[in-house]
């Protein structure tokens, strides 16, 4: 755990024995309070006051401004180091790229080694060999093992041989008196042979040879593991007959000492003979690896030992045993010899000693040869493929012969040739009696090295295979006249024959001769041969190269089968000395001559070579002599004078380069780079200057594919390049020369040639080779870069210039990617701070400028350090230049912009980690550096700020005149090409004075001097422009643009661009001094001081503390979908944790602790935590220097000024964003300071800025943490003490007032009143208590006054806790409250705002709207008691009406003179809503005195309840509300406002035009609701109310919703719904049981009223009367026939007109009137004949609705109910019941009823389609029967007539005044 503690710290910054609690900031509810603030008891407090001043109190008072100031600057940490998209390493930020960094020497690849150690060979057949002995039981022959890797696979051999001999010393006794050389026909070779050979025979150095006899370790290697490869184990023994014969003893033995005897005894006398010869016994197999990666298996042991078969003796035959072996069907018919083969195969131990390589040289370690066995590396034969070819790092020289077969069952010369032994012998002369060269390798036993080697014999075969391995180490230097000699003898196997007559046979019988040169037109022969055999061998025997050759030279040479190929034999070459390839030769061989003589090996030949290089096509070949290869193409390039050969040369290098790219081979490019390469020199001829031409030449031709190439693969012609250059100064010894005499300028041509070359090619080809042009211009960036080191730096800054102005403004994306990628490079040379800082006292003149120019117009001192101007450029080129481009990019695509700050932001870091720049006064001047970017930022405000948080807008100046190069609209696309860039036409001395300067410019320069100056801001300005800039000189100008280029855009920055921003511009304040920054506050205007504080204000905002949760989602992918950017763009955040490159590297060095996802978390949630702990220290820092800078600005007019109230809103963020608890203990110290110095702010004038400060602090001491709430009730006893001293030991009116405000709106807000907040309270009266100073004074009762009315206020949002899920209830309650401040505005104000967040949360946007309509009225009404327009009292006029007639007509309007009807106080507010009244009933006394309103709020809160009418539809009151605030803007004549406004209002009246009368409108539903039970309900039982529902809120909906409310407050056992609409008995109802009612109630309107309110909207707006029906009959039924159905209508009047403020009204009245059944006949009727003229009158046709209507008036089936009121009322029988008006009105209805009928059936035929014709007709025939019907009942004809129609209109209103009834209850609904 502490291992991870430290790491945490370290990735953290922060100090293990500091304060790290402090500082990690990570949960702001873990942190416990601090004893120092703990609540005391008040008796404690008092007797601790009379001895002395609370500690607390005491330190508060005392603290100053310097000691606040070095508390903050304790433990700091650097901006940059919490990034987590910066590399924490400062490694990363070195002067080498990371390829550099990871480029390694030449080195053998990573291959699994495998450690072989032979134990022993036991079969099962043995015995004690030496009779009357003790010796141990043994094998009774000698046995010989030979180990193989295979690969089953690809089906071949993977390695060389290695031999071991595990026989025991008594056994291999039987063989040591064999002769081990070849008898040549009888004779020994001659004694007299030149001992030549023995000088260049190899040679063993370091260990004896003994120690070499008997090795049984070797060690494998295996580049390509996997489970097909197999140890394989060959078994051999002394030659004595056939194999089956020899095995028999072992497989058969039933007696087994008899035979082993028997055996014995035979095996010695063959021993004796024949030991030198081997035949094959038997052969095991075993894996090797468990799986690809390499595991060794070491727990897997050989097969059984399978007998070898005579006709399966090669290799192949050997693979395809193996693969049948691994099948267990096949395994079962293969023979076995009992026995066991003990061979340990294991991984290598570190550091294994006494290893040999397969040339036998000795590896370190090697120790002692006594103690340690020897173990020696078999060599690996790696496939030819590109995959496993690497450049040779040893010295390796060996060729492999293999014998494969030999045929001679076809010859007739030698009678016996059966037993057939090839003897292998290396000679380099044939003449008669040469000796054999000793380079072969030896078998265990024997010598390290012999002269010849023998194969294994086959028993009585004529066509033997052979599976031997001849290993030779090959001379240094080859000749034509080396070559192999195969000798090949009959082998006597019945050595117990006897001889009769003839002669005894010998032993030995050559019976042929076979020989094969090694080399072959200089080159070694290395494949399989068929190679015919001689039966003699004659002197010179060479020359006989063939058969048919021997004929034609007609030598004494006889061959055998008629010269056929009877012998093949394969060769493998494994030599680091000759190639194989035939052009590598060549090529070599070419060289060779060459460096012998030039003059012998011609222009012309060397060309041959370079060109065979080309057609070479397996890069693997040349991989292999890579080093040597490269090195003679430079030195052919230095020596040749021909240019074609030079250019050939570069193709060359460019083809070798680029195919060892394309096989993933380049890092041996760069290892050679890096370690092999020397730069030549040939008649002042030098390897960078050649390079460099010919890069020219190739880049010049019109192959294609040729120029792609080079482009791709510069950096290695670069590297060449900077490289020789070095070597070359060194060697010369010139690095003490100047630097422009160090390079001819013949070099510095050329490589400016170059630059411009490829340049050219990057920016025309970038479409059609985009990762060619990619690789070019990263390379000619670390090109650029070294050559700062070594050449005129002068020279250097100009061909960046020079590349630069390639790019322009109109160019792709991906250009643009090149451009920064390129400066990215360039910026991070070791040396550009030093590069960028000049001396100050150099004046580097304008190249365009002339001496008079100077003279008259001297540069501006007076203009902002932080503006991009080219003097800044002059004096800083490369930071200059960056920061230019950067600008520019900011006004392209977000993938621009992305990757411009991403290369900023990673420099800056890059400077700010750099230890040599880590003292406080070089970091200022660096930051000076990068200041434009400040003017940047201002420059793109109007991006980046947020709009929803800080209604902050760019002011005029921003906008301001600037220099623009788009004014030159008449310049052609190429001038304006480089118009972004900076000057391009600096002269050469310009930038010679850069380079020289900046060696010396940290050390010297001092800060005063160094501040950058501003001159023209136009890169090429013209002559007329020049002059104009002469008049810009003055002492505080507007700032111009920081850039040159088109114009700004508009589109919003994300925020990611906008936190790396704000990141740049925090580390520069930061580390800027602070003398630059308030002299730029002193020259900048005021607008631009305002948008610096939006963008501290930003900086809080986008570095606030999110939380936990927040933070893991961000980044854990949750933020999901980011910005789509192409793939060459780099993306500034990273998504995913494990991305993170600080948390990477951590975990990385930190070994043996594993990193779950909860500890990257909180990794993540520390780092969060604390960069937003610097941002806010860094912000508070900029605003204490600010203010201690600027006091007497900030007291103008009494500290009521626009300043004052920016630098206080900035102050008071702090508390509105999350913050951590150090940083709020920092806020509140800076925030105490702040009030001490400008107390007038807070205590005088308005109170905006006390309110606000008292509703934020008092939100903080609600905080979770203790220690933070005790800090805010310190800061806030602070504040009222300050108040009543201000005040002269009066009073605290102002704050105890605006606490009282901030609580109300806390209660609605934040929801505080909990044990937290009265812990603050207590600390607040403990200080009171505790303050000797104020013991004497009116402050601690005034304290404790407060408090008591803050708990009283507390107290009331208990009980609203208690109803906060019934919304009507809650309203209520703060109504209450709002109604019982009416003697104080501002807190009545305050909890109509908490009601109108109710209501907006709520959905009720009407009620919303009317919240603010009382708000503005409450706020017109103070200002008229006020006398706010007593100077604006309008002319006297015979015309103008007195105020109660302006109220009376309910006008708002403006009068002649331009009085704004808000003089009239509430009244003027009456024609949106006669509720505003209650606003009249304010009342005066001490707490309007403190009440700062003004017009400018008026208008405020008429803004948002027009939003809020917009939202809620309620479209025709805009008008009326925008009208007074129209009068206003129309006096302060702000025209834009007036545009808007008049804009507004136009779009309402088209809304409304939309949807008048359209009923798409949704004003709300209402329902009378009435609760009863005295036990639950208590005030509320037995009223009614009425409620306003939403849209279309039905019955059935509401019902539910009320009965959840209550059924959650008083259980739902305990609440019952009554279902009818009838008037209740509350006796009736059980006590125990709360009961609501519901009712659905429609708007009632009498008939003036319908007259008036014509439109939807107007019958639901300003309402309070409602109806509902309710069925009855006289017999108590509630429905009966239409003869007996009566009904009851129901009016209730409400207290207040809706809509209100409230979303349920109390019903004040209650009317009702009782129908008889003729006059609800009557009541229906009418509705019918009403709703069907209604559809047929209206402008556009509701289709669906009149068929509906019309069906259900005309169809028989539902014509039941209009029939039976005629049946029960018309006919003569039933008529006579009724009154005669009565029936007669009945009868004018349905008269009426059967026109409009007949009307709508011909309108709906009109509008009707084709389909419809069928049920239209139909239709027509039931209202032909329902006329029929109805003359029938009526007895006259009724028919459909137009004229009656109209006439019967126009009585309409005749019958209505008849019946009595209200035809505006539309669609009636009676709840059941």
């Not at 010989?144 to 010393?169: E, G, M, Q």
């Not at 040349?622 to 050939?648: A, K, Y």
């Not at 001047?925 to 201002?938: I, N």
Request: aromatic share 10%; glycine share 4%.
């Amino acid at each position: 755990m502490d291992e991870w503690i430290s790491t945490l710290n370290k990735i953290l910054q922060i100090n293990p024995d500091g304060h790290t609690q402090e500082r990690k900031s990570v949960d702001l509810t873990d942190v416990k309070p601090e004893s120092i603030m703990n609540p005391v008891s008040p008796s404690e407090s008092t007797s601790s006051a009379d001895d002395q001043l609370h500690p607390e109190l005491a330190k508060y008072i005392a603290e100053t401004e310097e000691a606040v100031k070095d508390k903050r600057s304790e433990n700091r940490l650097n901006l940059f180091s919490l990034d987590p998209d910066v590399p924490a390493s400062k490694s990363h930020y070195s002067d080498f790229s990371k390829n550099d960094v990871l480029v390694k020497p030449f080195e053998e690849k990573v291959r699994r080694r495998i450690l072989i150690s032979c134990n022993s060979l036991n079969m099962l057949l043995q015995t004690c060999i030496i009779d009357s002995t003790t010796e141990p039981i043994t094998n009774i022959e000698p046995f010989f093992v030979n180990l193989a890797l295979f690969d089953i696979r690809d089906f071949r051999k993977v390695s060389a041989d290695f031999h071991v001999d595990l026989n025991h010393d008594l056994v291999r006794q039987m063989i040591s008196g064999c002769s081990e050389s070849v008898v040549e026909n009888g004779v020994e070779p001659a004694a007299n042979c030149t001992t030549e050979n023995s000088l260049t025979d190899p040679q063993i150095k370091g260990f004896p040879e003994e120690w070499l006899h008997y090795p049984k370790q070797a060690l494998f290697s295996v580049t390509n593991p996997h489970v097909d490869i197999v140890l394989v184990a060959r078994i051999e023994k002394v030659l004595m007959g056939s194999i089956t014969s020899s095995a028999e003893p072992y497989i058969k033995n039933s007696d087994s000492n008899k035979t082993a005897q028997k055996t014995l005894k035979s095996n010695k006398q063959f021993c004796s003979k024949l030991g030198k010869y081997r035949m094959p016994f038997a052969w095991a197999v075993r894996p090797v690896f468990k799986d690809t990666l390499g595991t060794v298996d070491r727990e897997s042991r050989f097969s059984p030992l399978f007998k070898q078969e005579q006709s399966k003796i090669s290799t192949e035959d050997l693979l395809k045993l193996i693969a049948e072996y691994r099948r267990a069907e096949k395994a079962n018919k293969m023979q076995i010899i009992p026995g066991s083969l003990e061979i340990k195969v294991d991984f290598v131990p570190m550091d294994h000693p006494n290893c040999l390589t397969s040339s036998y040289i000795p590896v370190k370690p090697f120790k002692d040869t006594e103690q340690h066995l020897p173990t020696i590396e078999v060599e690996e034969f790696v496939q030819d493929s590109t995959q496993f070819s690497q450049p040779y790092t040893m010295y390796k020289n060996h060729i492999y012969i293999y014998p494969k077969h030999l045929k001679y069952d076809g010859q007739k010369y030698f009678a016996k040739a059966r037993n057939i032994a090839v003897c292998t012998e290396f000679k380099d002369t044939d003449v008669e009696g040469a000796r054999p060269i000793k380079c072969i390798y030896g078998k265990p036993g024997g010598s390290v090295f012999t002269t010849e080697a023998i194969t294994l014999v086959l028993h009585h075969s004529q066509n033997p295979d052979f599976y031997d391995e001849v290993k030779i180490e090959l001379p240094t230097q080859l000749h034509e006249k080396h070559h192999l000699l195969f000798s090949f003898y009959h082998v006597t196997c019945d050595i117990n024959a006897k001889g009769t007559v003839k002669k005894k046979e010998p032993l030995e019988t050559a019976v042929g001769y076979a020989w094969l040169p090694l080399m072959k037109d200089g080159r070694l022969m290395s494949q399989e041969n068929h190679i015919p055999v001689a039966a003699n061998l004659p002197p010179g025997y060479l020359q006989f190269l063939d058969a048919g050759a021997g004929k034609q030279c007609g030598g004494d040479i006889k061959w055998l089968d008629c010269g056929k190929s009877l012998f093949r034999v394969c060769a493998h070459v494994v030599s680091t000395v000759y190639s194989q390839d035939p052009y590598l030769n060549t090529f070599f061989q070419k060289c060779q001559k060459r460096d012998g003589d030039i003059t012998k090996c011609p222009s012309a030949s060397v060309l041959a070579g370079l060109k065979g290089l080309l057609a070479i096509e397996k890069i693997h070949v040349i991989t292999r002599f890579l080093p040597v290869v490269l090195n003679q193409l430079f030195r052919i390039l230095v020596q040749s004078d021909d240019e074609e050969v030079s250019t050939e040369t570069s193709r060359v290098l460019v083809h070798i380069v680029a195919k060892c790219n394309e096989e993933n081979l380049d890092h041996y490019i760069q290892s050679y780079v890096k370690f092999v390469f020397k730069t030549e020199m040939s008649l002042e001829r030098t390897v960078h200057e050649e390079l460099a031409k010919s890069m020219n030449s190739l880049l010049k031709t019109n192959d294609i594919q040729l120029v792609k190439r080079v482009l791709k693969h510069f950096r290695f012609f670069f590297e060449i390049i900077i490289k020789s250059m070095a070597q070359h100064l060194v060697d010369m010894d010139k690095l003490q020369l100047p630097r422009n005499e160090r390079f001819p300028q013949s070099y510095q041509s050329e490589v400016d040639t170059l630059i411009l070359t490829v340049s050219d090619h990057v920016i025309w080809k970038v479409r059609e080779a985009p990762e060619e042009t990619r690789s070019a211009n990263q390379s000619l960036a670390l090109f650029i870069k070294r050559c700062f080191t070594f050449m005129d730096r002068g020279f250097v800054l100009t061909l960046i210039s020079s590349y630069v102005n390639m790019f322009g403004p109109g160019d792709c994306k991906t250009l643009f990617a090149f451009k920064f990628e390129f400066l990215r490079e360039v910026c991070n040379y070791e040396h550009f701070i030093p590069l960028c800082l000049p001396m100050p006292s150099a004046k580097i003149p304008d190249p365009d400028s002339t001496e008079s120019d100077l003279a008259e117009n001297p540069p501006v001192a007076d203009l902002q350090e932080y503006t991009l101007t080219n003097e800044f450029c002059r004096k800083h080129y490369l930071v200059g230049l960056l920061l230019r481009e950067i600008g520019l990019a900011l006004q392209e695509d977000q993938d621009i912009r992305h990757l411009a700050l991403g290369v900023l932001k990673n420099l800056m870091a890059k400077h700010s980690f750099d230890d040599r720049y880590s003292e406080k006064s070089k970091q200022a001047k660096v930051a000076e550096l990068y200041f434009p970017l400040y003017g940047m930022l201002l420059d793109n405000m109007h991006r980046i700020f947020l709009k929803e948080i800080f209604p902050f807008s760019l002011t005029p100046s921003n906008q301001g005149s600037r220099d623009d190069l788009s004014s030159g609209g008449s310049q052609n696309n190429t001038n304006m090409k480089h118009a972004s860039s900076v000057d391009a036409s600096f002269s050469k001395d310009v930038l010679n004075s850069i380079a020289a300067f900046s060696s010396v410019a940290l050390s010297s320069a001092s800060h005063e001097e160094s501040r950058v100056s501003l001159a023209s801001t136009e890169s090429n300005p013209s002559a007329a422009e020049k002059s104009s800039e002469k008049n810009d000189v003055c002492e505080k100008v507007t700032r111009p643009l920081s850039l040159i280029g088109s114009a700004l855009r508009y589109d919003k920055l994300d925020q990611d661009e906008t936190r790396t921003l704000i990141m740049c511009f925090l580390h520069i304040m930061k580390t800027i001094s602070e003398d630059t920054l308030v002299s730029c506050w002193l020259k900048a205007p005021n607008s631009e001081i305002s948008d610096f504080y939006n963008i501290l204000e930003l900086c809080l905002q986008h570095f606030r503390y999110l939380g936990k949760k927040n933070i893991v989602k961000a980044h854990t992918g949750h933020d999901g979908q980011r910005y789509s950017r192409s793939q060459t763009m780099p993306i500034i955040r990273s998504k995913n944790a494990l991305s993170n490159p600080k948390l990477l590297q951590m975990i990385e060095g930190t070994t043996g602790i594993s990193v779950n996802n909860a500890e990257m978390e909180t990794l993540h949630i520390d780092l969060e935590a604390n960069i937003a702990t610097e941002v806010c220290l860094t912000v508070l820092d900029i605003l204490g220097l600010f203010t201690q800078n600027h006091q007497k600005p900030l007291q103008q007019y009494e500290c009521q000024n626009s300043l004052m109230k920016k630098v206080f809103d900035t102050y008071l963020l702090f508390s509105q964003v999350n913050q951590s608890e150090t940083a709020l203990r920092h806020v509140f110290a800076s925030l105490r300071l702040f009030v001490n110095k400008f107390p007038s702010a807070f205590f005088q004038g308005p109170a905006d800025l006390c309110g606000a400060f008292c509703y934020e602090i008092l939100k903080c001491c609600n905080h979770r943490s203790s220690s933070t709430q005790s800090e805010a009730s310190a800061l806030l006893y602070f504040f009222m003490r300050r108040n009543f001293e201000y005040t002269r030991h009066t009073s605290m009116v102002r704050s105890h007032l605006q606490l009282i405000k901030a609580v109300s709106q806390l209660i609605a807000d934040a929801g505080i009143g909990g044990s937290r907040f009265q812990h603050s309270l207590t600390i607040i009266n403990n200080f009171a208590n505790g303050d000797v100073h104020m013991k004497n004074t009116l402050f601690p009762v005034e304290v404790k006054d407060l408090t008591k009315r803050i708990r009283t206020v507390l107290m009331a949002t208990a009980q609203m806790k208690e109803h906060e899920k019934d919304p009507e209830m809650l309203v209520d309650l703060q109504y209450s409250l709002a109604n019982s401040y009416a003697s104080t505005p501002e807190l009545r104000r305050t909890w109509l705002e908490s009601m109108a967040k109710i209501h907006v949360r709520n959905g009720d946007l009407s009620e919303a709207a009317m919240c603010y309509i009382h708000i503005a009225a409450l706020i017109a009404e103070y200002l008229k008691r006020k006398g706010y327009w007593k100077t604006e009292k309008p002319r006297t006029s015979s015309m103008r009406m007195d105020e109660d007639a302006v109220f009376a007509n309910n006008q708002l309007l403006t009068t002649q003179d331009g009085v704004c009807s808000f003089s009239m106080g509430w009244r003027a507010f009456t024609i949106i809503t006669p509720n505003v009244i209650e606003e009249g009933a304010m009342k005066e006394d001490s707490g309007m005195q403190d009440t700062p309103y003004n017009t400018d709020i008026l208008v405020e809160q008429l803004t948002l309840c027009v939003d809020y009418l917009w939202k809620s539809e309620r479209h025709e009151l805009i008008a009326d509300v925008n009208k007074p605030i129209i009068a206003v803007f129309e006096k302060k004549r702000d025209f834009r406002r007036l545009s808007e406004l008049y804009y507004d209002i136009h779009r309402s009246y088209l809304k409304v035009t939309e949807v008048v009368n359209s009923e798409k409108r949704f004003f709300g539903r209402y329902y009378r609701v009435a609760f009863y039970g005295q036990g639950f309900f208590e005030e509320e039982e037995g009223k009614e109310y009425i409620y306003k529902e939403p849209k279309l809120t039905g019955l059935s909906e509401i019902s539910q919703r009320l009965q959840k409310i209550y059924s959650d407050k008083f259980g739902a056992e305990n609440v019952k719904l009554i279902q009818d609409s009838n008037k209740v008995n509350p006796k009736d109802l059980d006590p125990k049981f709360a009961y609501i009612q519901v009712t659905y109630v429609m708007p009632y309107f009498d008939e003036k009223e319908l007259q008036e309110r014509v439109t939807d909207f107007e019958r639901h707006h300003n309402i309070k009367h409602f109806v509902f029906e309710s069925p009855f009959t006289l017999s108590g039924k509630k429905h009966g026939g239409v003869e007996e159905q009566c009904k009851r209508r129901t009016v209730l009047t409400t207290s207040h007109t809706f809509p209100y403020v409230k979303k349920r009204i109390e019903v004040v009245n209650q009317t009702s009137t009782e129908l008889n059944p003729i006059e609800v006949a009557i009541d229906e009727m009418s509705k019918k004949v009403s709703e069907l003229n209604e559809l047929c009158t209206v402008d556009e046709v509701d289709m669906i609705r009149l068929q509906l209507k019309l069906h259900g008036s005309v169809s028989t089936k539902v014509n039941a109910g209009p029939m039976a009121y005629a049946r029960a009322f018309i006919e003569e029988k039933n008529a006579k019941k009724y009154p005669d008006n009565q029936v007669k009105l009945v009868k004018e209805i349905f008269r009426q009823f059967a026109q409009v009928c007949g009307q709508a059936l011909e309108l709906n035929g009109r509008l009707i389609k084709q389909d419809q014709l069928e049920y239209q007709e139909e239709m027509k025939s039931h209202y032909r029967d329902m006329l029929s019907e109805l003359s029938a009942i009526m007895n006259e004809q009724i028919t459909y007539r137009e004229d009656f129609l109209r006439q019967g209109l126009e009585r309409q209103h005749i019958f209505q005044a008849i019946s009595k009834q209200n035809t505006s209850v539309q669609g009636t609904s009676i709840a059941e």
